[in-house]
């Protein structure tokens, strides 16, 4: 079964590529931010939802790095 990247063209990748790299930064400075809050707001009022709802964005951020390695790897086979 062909990937869902191979039906794009290659100046369509290199957008997505880029647009997905600047999500992906995006997202994990984000979730960063939210460790530290989530750390200031464990410290200060003891354990609640916010300990914990950082650990919920993390796989989503994983499965947009797995996206940005897939259209790498379309790119790499067309060259």
Known sequence: MAS???TYTKEEL???LKTQKLLF??????IILMFV????STTQN???????LPLFFIPMAYL???D????KEELDKRK
């Open 4 to 6: 869902l990247f191979s």
């Open 14 to 16: 290199l957008k997505k």
């Open 25 to 30: 930064t995006v997202k994990v400075i984000v």
């Open 37 to 40: 809050f989530a750390f200031y």
């Open 46 to 52: 003891g354990v609640s939802f916010y300990t914990f």
């Open 64 to 66: 947009m790095y797995a």
């Open 68 to 71: 940005v390695k897939k259209i």
